[in-house]
């Protein structure tokens, strides 16, 4: 029996050491893993999702006991063990399933009948996914704004309004969003977007809206969006064909923005938008968000941009 719990032992220490650990023998508690606890915070900071996997129970001889930890981040990283051996291998299992489908679950195992483990013991460990609250963008502090932003709050959503116009972007106005009192464009130029980002062109400026979308096109926002028209969005496909983007490039710009509920009102439109912004957050299927034109029109447009410089920008300052 000695030798058997010594090789439980042996077996948790090696994989612990590779990760500059060190886990508790059998019978005892689990010594202290600070590190563990400073990546999850760090994690957590960065707008990473992963898996924490915890010993839960544990009988017998097994390699670490309640309270051990572990961590799985979604490009593979990981911090702590939970042991080792074929039981760790099952729970990285579990937990890369979960980075994929979210959720959670309690794993149980006789480490040496199902996993023909020497330890002898049995082990129950909870494997949760951790999905950090998506971060929202919202260029504009109008009319459509203001409830779009207490709406995806209450939704889950950590919101950002960005707007230099001191008397719409107002802590009155926006209670449960980070206020950026700040030219939109220098903002989004300086500002280093993630993959997990959704943002969102509501401003009271077509040209503005331009630039804006020219510049988030070329980050990796996992959603972008902009009100407007069905002429709005013909004219901002061909501008954009002009500048040298893609189809492909163009078609992650969703416009006009909201599902299709016949909303009218700044609320009603707020409800829409919202709607699509949890639709791409949960992966539903959502229709297309513009139809490119035909390609012979980008040299119609850039005629008449050249021939009425003074009226197009006029336009788009409504």
Request: proline letters at 6%.
């Amino acid at each position: 029996m000695d030798s058997e719990l010594h090789s439980c032992d042996d077996e948790a220490r090696e994989a612990a050491a590779e990760l500059g650990l060190k886990p508790g023998a059998s019978g005892e508690a689990p010594e202290p893993e600070p590190a563990v606890w400073e990546i999850l915070a760090r994690w957590r900071e960065q707008g990473r999702r992963f898996v924490m996997a915890t010993v839960t129970e544990s009988r017998g001889f097994t390699p670490r006991k309640p309270g051990a930890r572990m961590l799985l981040a979604e490009d593979g990283e990981t911090a702590g063990t939970i042991g080792g051996g074929a039981i760790e291998r099952e729970v990285l299992d579990q937990a890369r399933e979960l980075l994929r489908l979210g959720g959670a679950c309690t794993l149980r195992r006789h480490l040496t009948q199902e996993l023909g483990m020497c330890c002898g013991g049995e082990m129950a460990v909870f494997i949760e996914a951790v999905v950090p609250a998506p971060r929202l963008f919202v260029f504009g502090a109008g009319y459509i704004a203001k409830p779009l932003a207490a709406l995806a709050a209450r939704c889950g959503f950590q919101v950002s309004v960005i707007d230099e116009r001191s008397e719409w972007l107002t802590a009155e106005r926006f209670p449960h969003a980070r206020i950026e009192l700040r030219d939109p464009v220098a903002w989004t130029r300086a500002m280093r977007f993630r993959g997990t980002d959704f943002a969102v062109v509501v401003t009271h400026d077509h040209a503005l809206d331009q630039r804006l979308v020219q510049d988030l096109l070329r980050t990796p926002l996992r959603f972008l969006g902009m009100i407007g028209s069905i002429p709005k969005q013909r004219k901002f496909a061909l501008r954009l064909r002009a500048r040298g983007f893609s189809d492909a490039e163009i078609a992650r710009l969703r416009t006009p923005l909201g599902l299709p509920i016949g909303a009218d009102t700044p609320e009603e439109i707020a409800v829409s938008v919202v709607a699509e912004l949890i639709a791409a957050r949960r992966g539903a299927n959502v229709a297309a968000g513009w139809v490119p034109p035909a390609r012979g029109a980008v040299r119609d447009l850039g005629a008449a941009e050249a021939a009425a410089p003074g009226a197009e920008r006029a336009r788009d300052a409504r």
